[in-house]
Nanobody, 124 residues
Framework: QVQLVESGGGLVQAGGSLRLSCVAS????????TAWFRQAPEKEQEFVAA????????GYADSVEGRFTISRDNAKNTVYLQMDSLKPEDTAVYYC?????????????????WGKGTLVTVST
């Protein structure tokens, strides 16, 4: 089993940047595919970005492609989400999730473990 703890959220102006971190504890982190999801107030949860166990494969939602970058450091048991050119519509609680059975996973139903989330607020 793995525990996930997100950090790095906060308030930022439109056009600014934030870097989210997700630290995992428990089993060897390199055995987990990981992803970021987000949920804005009164909206459904949506996929943001995913990264394979090795870090060689990544995927992004169309809404963040070219602005967000997902990466991981398995030696530090950490996955990151670098968010640039932030927009007010990026405001949401961001969740880190992990799947221990697939090399790469991007669907919330595939995820076995979830963090509690970190709030990102982008002001105009």
């Amino acid at each position: 089993q793995v525990q996930l703890v997100e950090s790095g959220g906060g308030l930022v102006q439109a056009g600014g940047s934030l870097r989210l971190s997700c630290v995992a504890s428990g089993r060897t982190f390199s055995t987990y595919a990981t992803a970021w999801f987000r949920q804005a107030p009164e909206k459904e949860q949506e996929f943001v970005a995913a990264i394979s166990r090795s870090g060689l494969t990544t995927g992004y939602a169309d809404s963040v492609e070219g602005r967000f970058t997902i990466s991981r450091d398995n030696a530090k048991n950490t996955v990151y989400l670098q968010m640039d050119s932030l927009k007010p519509e990026d405001t949401a609680v961001y969740y880190c999730a992990a799947d221990d059975s697939r090399y790469y996973a991007a669907h919330p139903g595939d995820m076995d473990y979830w963090g509690k989330g970190t709030l990102v607020t982008v002001s105009t």
